[in-house]
C-alpha cells in the first residue's frame, strides 16, 4: 500500500470510527497490515479503541489505546501522542478508573502544542468531569477556550461535540434556556455532517432536557424515538436505559422501569461507570415498585461501585438510596437520622433537588424515633417548597405537613397538605394520558392520607371535601384525545388481528399461540408507549365543595365511603346536613364484596346461594349503622377504588329504592349537569352470545332511527364512528377485562376486541351506554383514590350515565333485563330508577334476580 493511499485511509478515521464503525475497523486492519508508519498505525490503533469502546469490549479497547499511545511516541509527535492520550484517558474513566483516566489527560493537555489538539483534550477532560465527576462548572472552564481553537480550525463534528457537553453541563445547573440552545445547535451540526450516532445523542439529550423541564410526555417521546434510533444503528444504549428510567418512575410506571433496567443490566457490554449508574437506578426503582430488599442490594452495590471509581457525587446519591431503602425494610436509628442528614446537607451543597428527600427522609426517621432534631430535619426539607419541579414542592409540603403535626398545629397541616397536592395537580395536569394521570396520584397518596387522618377530627363537611381532594382526580381533568395518529390507528389494528389469531390458536392447542401471545404484548407495549406521548392540558378544574352537592340532593341520599388507615367512614349527605360513621375495618368490607360477586358468578352458573345472606353482610361490613341515615329515597354511593365492584342491589336496606354509584361526589355533580345531546340511538352485537344479541332486534323495532350494526357490520371502526356522539348506546358483547393492564380491558366484536385505548380516539363519548358484557364494570384501583378500566375511561371523556356488570352474569337473562332497562330509560328516568325497575321485574327467577343485581349504574 502506497504512502497516498495509507494518507487517504487515516485522514478522517477517527470521525468515521464513532459515524461508521464497520468501515473503520475495515481501514484501521488495512493500515494495520500494511507498512505504515508509527504515526499512521497509532491512528488505527486509536480508531479500534474507540470502536472497542463504543461496544462496551473496555479491556480490548484500552489493550488498542494504549498501543496507540506507545506507537505515537515512537513516532515522535508529540500531538499525535497528547491525542491518543486523552483517547486513553477517557476511555480509562469509562471504565471506572476515572483517576487514571484524569492522569491521561492531564498529561495530554501539558504536552499538546497544537491548538486544536489541545482543543480536542480539553473536550475529552470536561466530558470526564461532567459527566463522571458532577464538576460542572470546572467542565466549563476547559469548554470555553476548547470551543475557540476548534471553530478557528474549522473542525464543525467537534464543535458539535463541545456544544454538546456544554449543554450537558449547563443543563446540570439547571440553566436550561443554555443547554437546550447548545444541544439544538450541535444536533444541526451532527446531521449536516453526516453523524448519524452523534445526532441520535443529542436528540436522546434534549430528552433530558425536557424532562428535566418537567414535560414528562415530550420527555417519553424524545427517549422512545432515540431508542428506535439507537436499535437502527445496532445500539442498546445504557445511558438511555437509565434516564428512560427515571422518567418512567416519575410516571409511576415503577414495575416497567424494573424490568427495564434489569434486562439492561443483564446484557451487559456496557462501561463500568455506566454499569454502576445503571445498578443505582435499579435500586429506585425496586423501592417503587415495593420490592425493598432488592432495592437494598442493589443500592449496596451501586454504592461499592461507585466508591472504586472515584466518584464522591454519585456514591452520595448511592448512600440515599442505601438509606431509603433501609428506611423501607424498618432499619431506623439514631445512626441512620444522622447518616441521612450529612447526605442531605453535602446535596445541598451540590445544589441537587435532591437534598428535599434525603432532608424529608432524617426527618421522618427521626419522628419514628421521637429524635428532638426531627422537626428542624422537617425545616429543612420543607424549604424546598419553591423549586420549579411540582414534586420536589410537594416533597417539601409533605415535610412541612409532618413538622406541624408533630408540632400539634393541625389547622396547619392541612393547609401543607392542600398546597402539596396542589403542586402535585400541576404536575398531573402536564399528562395527556389517562394512565400516567391516574398513576401520578400515587405521588399525593401519603400526603392526602395524612390530610384525611386530621380531617377526622373536623365537621363532617370539611372531611368530605378533603375525601374528595384526592379521589378520582384524574377522571375529573379534561380529556385529552390522541389525534388522528394512523400509528396508533395501525397499530390497534394489529392487535385487534393478533388477539383475534392468538384465540383460535390456544382454542386449537397450536404452538403458534406462544408466538402470537409475544406478539400481542409487543404491540401493546407500543400502544401504551405512544399514548404516554400525550401532552396534558392547562385547562383548569372546578374545586369541589360540600355545599354544592348537599344543595344538589334534593331527596337523594349520598354515602361517600372512605378509607382511612384500613378503617371505613361513611359520610352520609341527606337533608341539608352530612353525618359521619365509623364502618368498620377495610379488609372485612373487600373480603364481603370479593365473596358476593362470587355467589353471583356462582348464580349465574344455575348454582344458586343464598343472597340474602351475602346481602346482609355487604350492609354490615360497607354501611353499617349508615343505612338508618340514609331515608326512602334514591341513594348515590361513591366507595373508594378497591370497592367500586361492590353489587349493591343485594344489601337489604337498598333493594328498594333507586341505587347508582360515582367515583366521586363531584363527577356525580358534574354528570348531572351534564345536557343530553340530540345524537342517534346505535345498538352493537358482538360474536358468540348465546343470546345471539336478540334484545338488540327488539329494540331495533321499537326504535327505527336506530342504527344496528351486528354480524361483519359490528367492526371496532363502525362501531367507534357510530359512537362519537350518541345519545344512547347499547353494545351487547362478551367482555375482558385486563387487571395487569386495564386499558387493554375490552369487548368482543366481529373483527377483534374494541379495548379502552380504542374508545379514547372518540371525538365526543355517548351521552348513556349500556354495556351488556361480563364484568365491564370492573375498574382497576390505582393508588388511594384513582381507577382504570373501561367505565372510568367513559366518564372521564364526559359519558353522563353508563350501566355495565360487576360480575358474570347469564346471556339469556341479560337479553331479557335489557329490555326492561331500556324501557324505563325510554321513559326519562334516572340510571339508578332503571335499575331498580328492572331488577322488580326479575323477582321471582332467582338467575333474572341475581343477573338484575350485577348491574350497576353509574352516574346518571
Known sequence: MSADQIHLLVGDLLTLAIAEPEAAMQQAEHILASDADPSAL??????LGIVLRHRGLMDDALRELRAAVRLAHRSRDVDREADARATLGVTLAMAGRTRSGLDQLNSSIAAATDPLVLGKALVRRAHVRHYYLAEEREALVDLEPALVAIRAAGERVWEARTLNVIGGCHLALGHVA??????????????????????????HNRGSIAFRQGDLPLALTLFDLAAEKYADLGMDEAKLVLERCQALLTAGLADEAVELVRDRVQKGSMPAVELAEL???QASAELAAGEPGASLRSANKARVLLQRQGREWNTLNAELAVLLAKQRVGSVGPAMVRRAADVAARLEAGGADDAAVAWLLAGRSGLLINASSASELLGRAARYRRRDSGLVRASAWHASALARDARGEARRVLSAC??????????????????????????????????????????????????????????????VHPPDDAELAQSLAALRDTRRRLAKAQAEGSQTAIRLDEERARLERAIRQRTHHLAGTSAATTRFRARDLVDSLDG????????????????????????????????????AVAFARFALRQTARGRPTDLVDVGHRLQVALLGDAVRRLGDGPVVVSPPGRLHATPWALVPALTGVPISVAPSAALWLRARASAAPSGARVLIAGPGLESGGAELDTLALRHPDAMLLRGVDATVERSLEALDGAAVAHVAAHGRFREDSPLFSSLDLDDGPLTVHDFERLGRAPHRIVLSACESGVVAPIGAGEMLGLVSAMLAMGSAGIVSSVAKVNDQATAELMLDVHA?????????????RARQAARGDRVREATAAAFLAMGV
Open 42 to 47: 497509532s491512528v488505527a490503533r486509536q480508531a
Open 178 to 203: 443554555e443547554a437546550e440552545r447548545a444541544i439544538r445547535a450541535a444536533e444541526a451540526i451532527f446531521t449536516s455532517e453526516g453523524q448519524r450516532l452523534e445526532a441520535v445523542i443529542t436528540l
Open 279 to 281: 445498578v443505582l437506578v
Open 418 to 479: 392542600r398546597r402539596g397536592l396542589d403542586a402535585l395537580d400541576e404536575h398531573r395536569a402536564t399528562l395527556g394520558s389517562s394512565e400516567l394521570r391516574a398513576l401520578a396520584t400515587r405521588h399525593g397518596d401519603e400526603l392526602a392520607a395524612l390530610a384525611l387522618r386530621h380531617a377526622t377530627h373536623s365537621a363532617p363537611r370539611v372531611l368530605l371535601e378533603w375525601s374528595e381532594r384526592w379521589r378520582a382526580t384524574a377522571l375529573t381533568q379534561p380529556p
Open 556 to 591: 337523594t341520599g349520598f354515602v361517600e365511603l372512605v378509607d382511612i388507615d384500613g378503617v371505613l367512614h361513611a359520610l352520609v349527605a341527606r337533608s341539608g346536613r352530612v353525618t359521619h360513621l365509623v364502618v368498620g375495618p377495610t379488609t372485612e368490607a373487600e373480603q
Open 824 to 836: 324505563a330509560m325510554d321513559d326519562g328516568e334516572d340510571l339508578g330508577e332503571v335499575l331498580l
